[in-house]
């Protein structure tokens, strides 16, 4: 029983011993592309307004119609709430149906509608309360909040303190749309292909799963099994003692 004890103890230090901190390391010859680079992928993303949305509205020279100044931080309890049926309501314009649309679209009928009361009206509109969640081994994971319509795939990670020792750098995931039906991304963040090949814009309330390496699995099973090695461990021991009595 002590010879297994002390082969598990080799194999988990080994395991333990296996991490790859290097973000590259799958393919450092990759870095020759530098020469001839890989044409960036551009998204044009467009949000599109859902219920429970914070609108955060500012006329620039009528402070009447706004929601804040300019400069003022955007706390989630700023704007205007869309409530459950997709219906906003506006300083002066009233109410309008917006779930659904476009923030860009949003913009220009607020403007044709705000023309009825001023003079070439300029308006900005931002959703502040838009979250991404992060999960996984990641050293804080949670939400982090989006206040530019998207996020990059390591700012996220920054912003959720960085990778944990026991991340698996080769299968980051991205989780996004209706979770009945997700639209999953792989992301081997180790391999400068994966990375060129793949989109790594985030949206609001995208998931960004890091996955564990197969060492902290291993030590999760071998947890998992210690109470039966023990258990062995115990009975054994137990028979020998009885031997010597004898």
Do not use: W
């Amino acid at each position: 029983m002590k010879i297994f004890m002390f082969c598990v103890s080799i194999i988990l230090l080994f395991t333990a011993c296996d991490k790859k901190y290097s973000l590259f390391s799958q393919n450092q010859d990759f870095i020759k592309t530098i020469q001839h680079p890989v044409v960036e992928k551009k998204e044009i993303y467009r949000y599109q307004i859902r219920p429970y949305d914070r609108i955060s509205v500012l006329f620039y020279e009528h402070p009447d119609m706004s929601t804040r100044k300019v400069g003022d931080f955007q706390e989630d309890t700023v704007g205007i709430s869309v409530n459950a049926d997709g219906i906003a309501s506006f300083p002066i314009i009233g109410d309008i149906e917006v779930r659904g649309m476009y923030l860009e679209d949003l913009e220009k009928k607020i403007k044709e509608l705000a023309s009825k009361y001023v003079i070439n009206p300029s308006v900005n509109l931002n959703i502040i309360n838009s979250r991404l969640f992060v999960l996984g081994e990641v050293n804080n994971p949670g939400t982090i909040k989006i206040t530019n319509s998207t996020i990059g795939l390591f700012e996220a990670i920054s912003s959720s303190g960085g990778l944990k020792d026991s991340s698996d750098n080769n299968e980051v995931l991205i989780i996004r749309g209706d979770l009945t039906n997700p639209e999953l991304t792989k992301i081997n963040i180790t391999d400068f292909k994966s990375l060129a090949n793949n989109n790594l814009i985030l949206h609001p309330y995208d998931i960004l799963y890091v996955n564990p390496n197969k060492a902290k699995n291993f030590n999760i099973n071998i947890n998992e099994l210690l109470p039966f090695i023990q258990l062995i461990q115990s009975a054994t021991s137990s028979g020998v003692n009885s031997k010597t009595l004898n």
